[in-house]
C-alpha cells in the first residue's frame, strides 16, 4: 500500500502540493495545517497548467500548506465548495473555509493573501 509521503513531512508546511482524493483527505490537511490553499484544478484546463508553478512555488515558499483537488476525479467534492469554475483556489485557515478566488492570480496577490493568515 502506497503512503503519502508529503503528508508525512510535518503537520506545519508541506514542500510540495498534496494530491487529494475525496473530502475525508482534504478535511484531515485542513485539520493537520494552519493554512492550506487548495487549487481546484482540471487537466484540460489551460488557465490551471498556467497556474501549476505558481501554486508549486507556494507550497515551497510559503507556511501554508497547498492542496490540489482534481475537479473531473472530486465532482462531488468541488460541488460541496461551490466550484463552478476553475481554476479555483480555497484558502482555510484555523480549519475554515476563510477566502475564494476563482480564475488565475498572480505568485505576489497569493503570497499576500497566504501572509494575512500566517504571519
Given at each position: ?79 460541496v465548495y461551490g466550484v463552478r469554475g476553475v481554476p ?32
Amino acid at each position: 500500500m502506497a503512503t503519502d509521503t508529503a503528508g508525512d513531512a510535518g503537520i506545519t508546511t508541506t514542500s510540495e502540493p498534496l494530491h487529494i482524493n475525496g473530502h475525508s483527505k482534504l478535511d484531515e490537511i485542513v485539520a493537520e495545517h494552519d493554512v492550506v490553499l487548495t487549487d481546484f484544478y482540471a487537466d484540460w484546463c489551460g488557465p490551471c497548467q498556467m497556474l501549476e508553478p505558481v501554486v508549486e512555488h507556494l507550497a515551497v515558499e510559503t507556511n501554508a500548506a497547498v492542496a490540489k483537488v482534481d475537479v473531473d476525479a472530486n465532482q462531488q467534492l468541488a460541488s460541496v465548495y461551490g466550484v463552478r469554475g476553475v481554476p479555483t483556489l480555497i484558502l482555510f485557515a484555523d480549519g475554515g473555509q476563510v477566502e475564494e478566488i476563482v480564475g488565475v492570480q498572480g505568485e505576489e496577490q497569493l503570497r499576500s493573501l497566504i501572509g494575512r493568515y500566517t504571519e
